[in-house]
């Protein structure tokens, strides 16, 4: 079945560095690429997504890359903050098919 | 709008019981999803109800099961309790119409003795 791959399970890095999360998948009708945010005690949240259509979306420090040949897209955090440290998920999808497919997460910890 | 509720947010069952959970979606929103999080296994997709009647489900045993209501709201049912059980059962919402941002609850947090 389809599935998406995302690495790296944890990704440590310093205050005010970029970090960069990679997610493969294999479903190549997958049009819609969101990527969530999961705070400790919390739901996950929608960070940014990207449709196939597009090749690059930027939002502030987010930007989000998707290579269709190649089926994978990456999510960029640029000028890291204390408040950056959470799980990322990355997901796939086709629109007509109404559900997701979900990466394992990435555990991001900004060091001070 | 207020946000997804889900009741309660913490639970703590024996093996052998069984348990249902809420839902509560966002006001406007026909689609209800369910996931089951353990550490290190990320989301896994349980079921999804749109307009009273389940769209998609995972690969979960029968003893995971759901309903929707007419006014959008969802309960998801897990019978005879194992350990393996004990997760964060997180529900999300959206309109429906396919491919947009999905918006999650709290989660309700169950332990299984």
């Known amino acids: 079945g389809e599935n998406v791959e995302q690495h790296p399970s944890t990704l440590s890095v310093q205050e005010g560095d970029s970090a960069v999360i990679k997610c493969t998948y294999s479903?190549?009708?997958?049009?819609?690429f969101p990527w969530y945010k999961q705070e400790l005690g919390k739901g996950p949240q929608l960070i940014i997504d990207?449709?196939?259509n597009v090749g690059e979306k930027k939002d502030q420090r987010i930007a989000v890359t998707l290579n269709k040949t190649a089926k994978h897209f990456s999510l960029h955090i640029t000028e890291t903050q204390p408040e950056d440290s959470a799980v990322y998920f990355c997901a796939a999808s086709r629109v007509s098919n109404y559900q997701l497919i979900w990466g394992a997460g990435t555990k991001l910890i900004i060091k001070p | 709008k207020a946000g997804v509720t889900q009741t309660p947010r913490y639970l703590i069952k024996t093996r052998g019981q069984q348990v249902t959970l809420s839902c509560s979606p966002i006001s406007g929103h026909r689609s209800v999803s369910w996931y089951q999080q353990t550490p290190g296994q990320g989301l896994q997709f349980l079921f999804e109800y749109f307009s009273e009647t389940q769209r998609n489900k995972g690969n979960f045993p029968g003893r995971f099961s759901g309903r929707q209501f007419s006014n959008s709201r969802s309960e998801m049912n897990v019978s005879t309790l194992e350990l393996g059980d004990s997760a964060l059962y997180l529900c999300a919402s959206t309109d429906g119409a396919g491919g947009e941002t999905q918006y999650f609850g709290p989660g309700t947090r169950l332990l299984v003795l």
């Open positions: 990207i449709r196939s």
């Open positions: 479903d190549s009708a997958s049009n819609y």
